[in-house]
């Protein structure tokens, strides 16, 4: 009698935290952070009930963000995060460095450069559904970062992959993927360490370094 092998779908959600500018008022860093999950329905629930546990403080705030949010209310979600089974990947950029990234000054080509060191991390192992934080919207915007994102993947067996770009007030994985990079973003910017190191299984890179 033969056994039957069923394929998990895994589901990586993508969200980035501060900015590609070069003004005075700019950030020093820029970091994109990932969380791998096979359901996007634990991260759902996780958000749901931490803001029906949590309705005055949250008041009628439209989704979790990390420079919104209230801290104690971050760092339950982080916790919460833990319970499940994950991986978090994320890359940091000191911003000293991107002279060293081709086409710097292209923000949409450097945000796609930026990206793609992500990609080269993140380990594919059967069909997944990527789901980026929507910042572009030219058609053909998407389809650069796309084209350059999946030729970048860890991807040595092929497995089938799809990229969506959404909206985070649409996808609570995409809220998660906020306060993660959000908490990598504090410890580089701030040296507070206090929210990414309630994170147990992660993988933060440093890129373009000296």
């Not at 092998?5 to 969200?15: A, E, L, Q, R």
């Not at 993140?122 to 994102?149: A, E, H, Q, R, W």
């Amino acid at each position: 009698m033969s056994s039957i092998h069923f394929t998990v779908m895994k589901y990586i959600y993508i969200d980035e935290s501060g900015d590609l500018g070069d003004s005075y008022s700019s950030s020093k860093h820029f970091v994109m952070g990932a969380i791998v999950v096979d359901s996007p329905r634990s991260l759902k629930r996780i958000i749901k009930k931490v803001k029906r546990d949590n309705r005055n403080r949250i008041h009628k705030a439209p989704e979790i963000k990390g420079n919104k949010t209230d801290k104690h209310i971050i760092e339950k979600i982080l916790r919460k995060v833990n319970n499940l089974q994950y991986e978090v990947y994320a890359i940091c950029l000191d911003k000293q460095n991107l002279d060293k990234i081709p086409n710097f000054y292209n923000h949409h080509a450097l945000y796609d450069e930026i990206a793609s060191k992500l990609a080269e991390k993140i380990k594919i192992t059967s069909p997944t559904c990527i789901i980026v934080d929507k910042s572009k919207f030219n058609p053909d915007y998407i389809n650069n970062f796309n084209d350059l994102f999946l030729s970048k993947l860890n991807n040595v067996e092929n497995h089938p992959v799809s990229i969506m770009h959404g909206d985070s007030i649409n996808y609570k994985g995409l809220q998660i993927a906020d306060l993660i990079s959000w908490s990598v973003f504090q410890k580089a910017e701030h040296q507070n360490a206090k929210y990414i190191d309630l994170m147990e299984n992660k993988k933060i890179f440093g890129i373009y370094k000296n």
